[in-house]
């Protein structure tokens, strides 16, 4: 589960001076917020042109989201490395994103590593986290879950929603701090009322566990519910378990199907496979589907 946020945050807004790159990226700005992604586009440019470094980082947000220009990795992480190369924290976490995931340059740790760093030692919440993540999954440096907690605290301090679950998720597992429930479902709410949909998942999946708090499945399958909406693969599998058994809602083998066909259709690999079980084996009140039941088995691959 990827446990990793983007620092290419549009409108991450530090101090800055008056002039003519600034108006240039304010109107881009509001043409931005508008959905007019092609005025944006243009104003962005010019700023930039101007040497504007929020521009320059927004141009690369939109370069990597692919809005009013063709999806571009290698030109998102070009305007990236302009903002970061000027001690932008946004974008030095946007350019560590890039190469950790090796999106647009070869996947490389330990640069991811070094640029996280430059953002966090800014105090910046989304590379603190990020940190966490590289200690936790172990790369780039050894696993070290002592180290990925502490990273985690700093962002979830600041008021980070990934920090936040991500550090639930440690409270709740023990790794790296004490194992403790009611710290995780703490974790876990502030995430959720901020409609972090990892937050929302797990803190379903401890009131359906009666972790932390007693067990009620229903409270689980809203906040389920609510996490699926954001096309969150776990929480619709989950959803769907619970509706296949009953439990917090109504038995109803028609909306379990529907909510594990969502959550395979939102990449979750799991319901992929019960999919290929329901059609294989005529379950969930469905007819037997061989050719379904290969299709679904050939995604889970």
Do not use: C
Request: charged share 20%.
């Amino acid at each position: 589960m990827n446990r990793f946020v983007r620092g290419s945050l549009l409108f991450a807004l530090s101090a800055v001076v008056a002039g003519p790159a600034f108006a240039d990226y304010q109107a881009g700005r509001a043409a931005y917020l508008q959905g007019d992604y092609g005025t944006a586009l243009s104003e962005f440019s010019a700023a930039a042109a101007r040497n504007d470094t929020h521009a320059e980082n927004d141009l690369g947000v939109m370069y990597e989201r692919g809005q009013a220009v063709t999806a571009d990795y290698r030109q998102a992480m070009s305007w990236y490395r302009k903002a970061a190369d000027k001690g932008f924290a946004p974008a030095q976490t946007s350019v560590g994103y890039l190469y950790a995931d090796g999106l647009g340059v070869p996947r490389d740790y330990g640069l991811a590593m070094s640029w996280y760093r430059k953002a966090a030692d800014q105090g910046f919440a989304q590379a603190q986290n990020n940190i966490g993540a590289m200690y936790e999954t172990g790369r780039g440096v050894p696993r070290d879950f002592g180290q990925a907690a502490s990273w985690y605290r700093k962002a979830a301090d600041q008021g980070l929603a990934s920090g936040q679950a991500n550090l639930g998720f440690l409270y709740a597992h023990g790794k790296g701090v004490p194992q403790d429930d009611a710290t995780a479902v703490s974790l876990y709410r502030k995430a959720a009322a901020q409609n972090f949909a990892r937050g929302e998942s797990n803190l379903g999946y401890m009131y359906a566990e009666g972790r932390g708090v007693k067990q009620d499945y229903k409270t689980a399958a809203e906040w389920y519910r609510k996490a699926a909406a954001q096309h969150f693969g776990l929480a619709a599998f989950n959803l769907a378990r619970l509706y296949e058994q009953g439990k917090g809602v109504q038995q109803d083998y028609g909306q379990a199907l529907s909510w594990y066909i969502e959550s395979a259709n939102d990449g979750y690999r799991p319901a992929m496979q019960v999919l290929a079980r329901v059609y294989e084996r005529g379950l969930l009140g469905q007819k037997a589907a061989p050719e379904l039941a290969r299709e679904w088995a050939a995604k889970a691959r």
